[in-house]
């Protein structure tokens, strides 16, 4: 299958400080890759590079997406050529109702694309069917954007809204902070059922766990601002196990995504 | 984040529609302003005798007053010997019957304004009676309102014909000596509407008159007095836009609402007049006094203002809750942008028993905008069981701007339950980014946040209006971006 996603290099800073520092990585469709790692590594600015959000300066490198320099759109560009961030803190907007945000952001898309707007029936119908996908009720769609909103709620919002905008690009930023378990499986579910042969997926966690229920093609390890490590699955097993130090004392370098995890001591 | 603030001041940057000016001769008045001029007002519009004393009365009240200080504005001197107190089209001599006679060039105006004057209001069932500078030009659906018993015309007409009724109610809830602008008014208004709804009628349609200052140099100063007898219904709509401009030009109007027993009168206002232009040059002070009196026992006024135009707002519509079992009622946007200045709020005088009143005032600035909520809610030791809910929300926008609260409460009765809350945001730069990252542009996403942010206030306009009235903060907002 073809690369979706090509980041060569890429090197950001936020406030002047440099976070990223030449970060390379190959996502293909229909792949779902893992992003690891300590706190502060950098996890969270990459969705938000990628995004295109304020206050995110790219100082170096290439972001290939289907071919388009993704670096020079705006973010609502970036989002209508199918970049999805599902956020870390999902946004509330009071006064603003869900289901009328969620068509306003798939017209523009749809417009964008050049394809017809969905009247409030045509949308109704989209909307019924994709909640049936996630199991989900409908009480989330006649309230306000994510107000008043359970942690649960608004990061199954965020997969809710994935559903109905079908991004090429889906980066999940830390979804699963702040889930008990059982929010955690819905979520995940949700998640998986939402995986096609056509859509790319950057799942970013600081833990293990949530991998046990979406299962990655790759887990990359993400260390100051480098990808230091990258394997299958398993690779996060034994993040879990070892924690995060042992990438310190080991420097590891595994770039064969194909092959088992080596650790290379110098 | 830099790139976020300029983009969003670009957006505030929006220019003023509604600039324009109509070519109409008008006969003015002279500036100044004397006994001479109270006399010479009162003799075109050929007032009885009473009504001239009861303006000189209030003149000779006013030259005692001073100009106020203390809300939270910068106002340059007001010259009032450089103002002309008088202005009506030169057409007014045959005085229009109908819609058919009215100057085409006035018609054009407002068409250009939008104002849905013969086919649309027929449409929506308006009534509208315009009021351009100083005299009213035209009246609709009056056989309809009469055949219910509603009078509904201008305030000189009212004057006219019904002189036993404004004499009875005017000035009974806004007296003479209220406030320095208030007593201003009474010495010099011009014209306004004069509604009176008879006992057990519910009036058939809402009753809707929009504002237009024209002539340069033209203080207008309105007069609105709505009656509504024992167990009646009116819902008004009050709405106005005025011509660029670079003098500032001062409106000081009064209006007066009495509900007497059961009655329920909806006031619903859309400001728009012109606010300066974005160096702050320019603009209509908008210095209004409205009150409402809730005479009789459980009747009901509500207050619903959407301000987003003028120079400098000082406004304050009140409810004196007098009646027992009577509500009060205040919902309230403002918006200032650019150099706009608002002091705006409402005051709540429980007097009667079981009193009940309710504010949501929601404040938005951006620009160098400053937007001030000051509001009263005194429990009088006669008012038992009286309750009070505020609330007051102010949102930034851009990081020049500022919001202020000035609540004072006053309570003399144990019994009462007065609750107050208040937030400030800004509108977030989060907000903003999540809106974007899901395809919305800019523009569509602030006005999309600012409407939700006012939606408590919008839903209690009648529909037509609050369609105008998003479209306004909208038009207020949005901007150069795409």
Redesign the interface.
Known sequence: MSIMLKITNLHATVAGKEILKGLNLELRAGEIHAIMGPNGAGKSTLGNVL?????YEVTQGEVIFNGKNLLEL???ER??EGV??A?QY???????NNTY??R???N??RK?RGEDMLDSVGFLRLVREKLEILHIGDELLHR??NEGFSGGEKKRNEIF?MAV?EPTLAILDETDSGLDIDALKTVAEGVNRLRSKDRGMIVVTHYQRLLDYIVPDKVHVLADGKLVATGGAELALKLEEQGYAWLEDGGIATLDAQSEVQTARP | MSGETSTIDKMVEQKYRHGFVTDIDSDTIPPGLSTDVIKAISLRKNEPEWLLEWRLNAFKHWLEMEQPDWAHLKIDPIDFQAISYFSEPRSDKDRPKSLDEVDPKLLETYDKLGVPLHERARLAGVAVDAVFDSVSVGTTFKAELKKAGVIFCSFSEAVQDHPELVQKYLGTVVPQRDNFFAALNCAVFTDGSFVFIPKGVRCPMELSTYFRINAAETGQFERTLIVAEEGSHVSYLEGCTAPMRDENQLHAAVVELVALEDANIKYSTVQNWYPGDENGLGGIYNFVTKRGDCRGARSRISWTQVETGSAITWKYPSCILRGDDSVGEFYSVALTNNYQQADTGTKMIHIGRNTRSKIISKGISAGHGQNAYRGLVRITPRAQNARNYTQCDSMLIGKQCGAHTFPYIEVRNPTAKVEHEATTSRIGEDQLFYCLQRGISEEDAVSMIVDGFCKQVFKELPMEFAVEAKALLEVSLEGAVG
Not at chain 1, 51 to 55: H, K, L, V
């Open positions: 995004a295109g959000r304020e206050g705006e973010p609502e989002a209508c999805f961030l956020f999902p946004v509330e907007i009071p006064g603003v945000f969620l306003a952001a798939l523009a898309q964008y306000a954007v809204q905008l």
